[in-house]
Nanobody, 125 residues
Framework: QLQLVESGGGLVQPGGSLRLSCVASAFTLDQYAVGWFRQAPGKEREAVSCINDDGDSTNYADSVKGRFTISRDNARKTVYLQMNSLKPDDTAVYYC??????????????????WGQGTQVTVSS
């Protein structure tokens, strides 16, 4: 089981940008799909985006399409989430997750092997 560590969260004004990183602390990440999820206060965790093992297939929730971009650098064992044009509704704790296999199920992961600890993103003026 991999350990995943997220970073890059913070406070940003509406319209601003952040880039989240998810780093695998051991072994290799390149055989697995990786997804980003988020959970806002009082709401259920929702899938944001997913990228397959080699990075040639990406999926996004409708709420972030055109604003967020997921990418990966397997040599660095890192998956990124570039978030642009941020809105107050994007405020949440963001988590990355590793799949048991190499493919995504839309913006989500059907079978999650490992979660990161989360990073807070707050969009506010």
């Amino acid at each position: 089981q991999l350990q995943l560590v997220e970073s890059g969260g913070g406070l940003v004004q509406p319209g601003g940008s952040l880039r989240l990183s998810c780093v695998a602390s051991a072994f290799t990440l390149d055989q697995y799909a990786v997804g980003w999820f988020r959970q806002a206060p009082g709401k259920e965790r929702e899938a944001v985006s997913c990228i397959n093992d080699d990075g040639d297939s990406t999926n996004y929730a409708d709420s972030v399409k055109g604003r967020f971009t997921i990418s990966r650098d397997n040599a660095r064992k890192t998956v990124y989430l570039q978030m642009n044009s941020l809105k107050p509704d994007d405020t949440a704790v963001y988590y990355c997750a590793q799949a048991h296999n190499s493919i995504c199920s839309g913006p989500a992961i059907r079978s999650i092997a490992s979660w990161g600890q989360g990073t807070q993103v707050t969009v506010s003026s």
